[in-house]
């Protein structure tokens, strides 16, 4: 919406709304492992014959089996006993008597789930909890029937088995995030000034349960709660919502946390929780619930509260100011600045399933497996302009500017050690914790289409910095428990950069200007664009000590090392002209691009040049050369074998390509 001030045209205002809820779902499953599963479910039920406290089958014999004549421990067995056999009672084993109704056999009966009809098989005779673990999904059941509930109904969600036995059916809600957003702009000029000052608040909302603390499974009981319950004295710098953790015994207070800082039992902070717990990192925190003391499957339990360890996440609302203006500084010069506050709701990784908390009692989420996390905030960026445009001709301009952007709340992934409700004490997660800044110069050069010929051509400096180039990219860090955060390059750090466009081309009618035969505009409409674009090269971690296709160590520091520059030149030849009258104007056009060497785009980071990975000519590599003259093996047909698989054709950009196409205009 605009608003224009007729009477003195001073003033625009635009002003706009953004409402968006996203319904998002996925289903995958196992099926390999599926047969795993119906294998191990299979037979499960049966525990073999029971006996009593005397060492005597609990239950009457069946039957007698007679004539046998084996010898077993020197012993001639000529005639045994059949008892009844023992079922285990887990009212969630479902697949066994599924299986076996369909086949018509007792449950007592030995199946081999390998030698039943395939077609008689089917999802539904499986319990959701018999599966979950070949399985992940939201905005499903378990058998991939669409749902649209809520968070806690996968914990309450049951169906009646043919007997009136309940079982959880752990349907999961799908990812509903609400995105909203409000903006308003006012562009007005005062005293030659030309202004743009707006805001934009956007609001978002994951619209999904939490844990209350990343560091525990279960939500821990602070200090003042757990004084006045089990009696003891508060340090006095602890606050009263700091979480408690007992030794192993669970009789006396071994350390008070508040977020990630650390306490001992008299209130000293400690940089290293390791001085507290030890190596093992063991930690014994007071559950606020009571049900869950003592007890890490207490998720899986079906009287479990999903208060206990949920809450809902807390809304982002931003505010993001703007503020742009321009004045001139003589006739033939200008002078202009910007400050933007950019926020983005989080892009990556914020869909974690209550299935994925279910199993986090015994599952292990590593760098290379990491547990998303929905409790992400948006992703901020502060950029800054300033600039100075002067006129060289009529036609031609130089515009010199600088900028600088500020990189906050980047994700990135994280591991959280001295973790409580997770049997390895510690897992892997994303979490806002990279930050990172951009700084640049640019030079600009416009000419306007002079006779004929018109040109740009730009150069920029820049120097991109940070903790982070990606969300994953502090994995190899992260496994190590390691949450580092150093300044390095980033990968898409770009030193220099120039790109230069020159453009020919001859009008039509009374604006052409070229070369007639016959009285014919030979060359109306046509035009030549020529672009040259040169890049530094981009950087990467070298490594050392090689190994087959790949290095080990890392040889300097991260992204010390960058790859050869890039060029690329592109030609593009148009002429536009009239075909019959229904059709109208129609377009042709050919594109090529000039033949250039192809570009590197990556480099075996043990090696700078792509066709060779460093490797043959390490220790190793003599090493592994020496293995194989000492064997049977063939040294020439290996070395072959090497050099072809060294050959990437992704670390090179195609060296030249072609197009032609047509545009037609009705």
């Not at 007698?64 to 084996?70: M, P």
């Not at 809450?311 to 321009?326: C, G, I, K, T």
């Not at 980033?490 to 052409?512: C, K, M, P, Q």
Request: glycine fraction near 8%; proline fraction near 6%; aromatic fraction near 12%.
């Amino acid at each position: 919406i605009g608003i224009r001030d007729r009477d003195k045209g001073r003033h625009t205002i635009e002003l706009g709304a953004w409402f968006e809820q996203r319904t998002l779902r996925n289903y995958s499953i196992n099926p390999l492992s599926l047969w795993t599963i119906a294998r191990q479910q299979a037979n499960n039920h049966i525990l073999g014959i029971p006996f009593d406290e005397d060492g005597q089958p609990a239950t009457d014999s069946i039957g007698v089996i007679t004539g046998l004549d084996i010898n077993i421990g020197g012993q001639q067995i000529d005639e045994a006993t059949l008892y009844d056999v023992a079922i285990a009672p887990d009212p969630e084993a479902v697949f066994y008597k599924e299986l076996r109704r369909k086949l018509g056999v007792s449950n007592t009966t030995f199946v081999n789930v390998d030698g039943v009809d395939p077609d008689l098989l089917s999802l539904d005779m499986f319990t959701a909890r018999e599966v979950r673990d070949v399985l992940a999904y939201y905005g499903y059941d378990y058998l991939g029937n669409p749902f649209n509930g809520n968070f806690e109904d996968f914990f309450t969600a049951t169906r009646n088995l043919e007997d009136g036995t309940p079982v959880r059916t752990f349907p999961v809600a799908p990812n509903r995030p609400i995105y909203t957003a409000f903006y308003l702009q006012d562009k007005f000029t005062f005293r030659d000034i030309i202004f743009r000052v707006g805001v934009r608040v956007d609001r978002y909302d994951a619209n999904t349960q939490v844990l209350k603390d990343p560091y525990s499974l279960y939500e821990i009981m602070g200090a003042d709660q757990y004084h006045t319950e089990f009696g003891g004295e508060r340090p006095g710098n602890v606050g009263g919502d700091y979480k408690v953790y007992l030794d192993q015994e669970g009789s006396t207070v071994q350390a008070y946390r508040n977020g990630d800082n650390w306490f001992t039992a008299e209130g000293t902070p400690v940089n290293d929780p390791f001085a507290i717990f030890g190596q093992t990192g063991r930690v014994n925190p007071v559950y606020l619930d009571p049900n869950a003391r003592g007890n890490n499957n207490y998720i899986r339990q079906f009287d479990y509260d999903p208060d206990a360890s949920f809450e809902d996440y807390e809304v982002q609302v931003n505010v993001m100011p703007r503020l742009a203006f321009s004045f001139p500084i003589s006739d033939e010069a200008n002078f202009f600045a910007h400050y933007d506050v950019l926020v983005q709701r989080p892009p990556s990784n914020t869909i974690a399933t209550p299935l994925q908390f279910f199993n986090f009692p015994d599952r292990s989420f590593t760098a290379g497996n990491p547990l998303n996390n929905p409790n992400l905030l948006p992703e901020k960026t502060v950029d800054y302009e300033v600039g100075f445009q002067q006129k060289i001709t009529n036609t031609s301009a130089l515009k010199i500017s600088a900028y600088y952007k500020e990189m906050r709340d980047m994700i990135q992934l994280r591991t959280f050690q001295f973790v409580a409700g997770n049997s390895s004490g510690e897992y892997t997660t994303y979490d806002n914790q990279d930050f990172g800044t951009v700084k640049g110069f640019s030079l600009q050069y416009d000419l306007r289409r002079t006779g004929n010929f018109s040109l740009q051509a730009n150069y920029t400096l820049q120097f991109a910095d940070g903790t982070g180039s990606d969300p994953n990219s502090q994995a190899g860090l992260t496994n190590r428990g390691t949450n580092l955060r150093d300044l390095a390059p980033l990968n898409f750090d770009e030193r220099h950069r120039i790109v230069a466009t020159a453009d020919y081309r001859y009008g039509s009618g009374r604006r052409y200007n070229g070369p007639r035969i016959g009285g014919v505009d030979i060359l109306s409409n046509f035009g030549i664009n020529l672009q040259g674009i040169f890049v530094s090269g981009r950087p990467y971690t070298p490594r050392r000590e090689g190994i087959e296709l790949g290095g080990r160590i890392i040889d300097g520091s991260i992204n010390g090392a960058r790859l050869p520059a890039n060029i690329t030149v592109n030609l593009r030849v148009d002429k536009q002209f009239l075909v019959p009258a229904m059709l109208g104007r129609c377009g042709a056009i050919r594109v090529p691009s000039l033949p250039v060497r192809g570009n590197v785009v990556n480099v075996y980071t043990s090696a700078w040049w792509p066709p060779d990975d460093g490797f043959l000519g390490t220790p190793d590599g003599q090493r592994r050369i020496a293995e194989i003259q000492s064997s049977a093996r063939n040294l020439e047909a290996y070395l072959a074998s090497y050099r072809w698989a060294r050959v990437n054709p992704d670390f090179f950009t195609l060296p030249r390509r072609t197009y032609l196409g047509a545009i037609v205009n009705f």
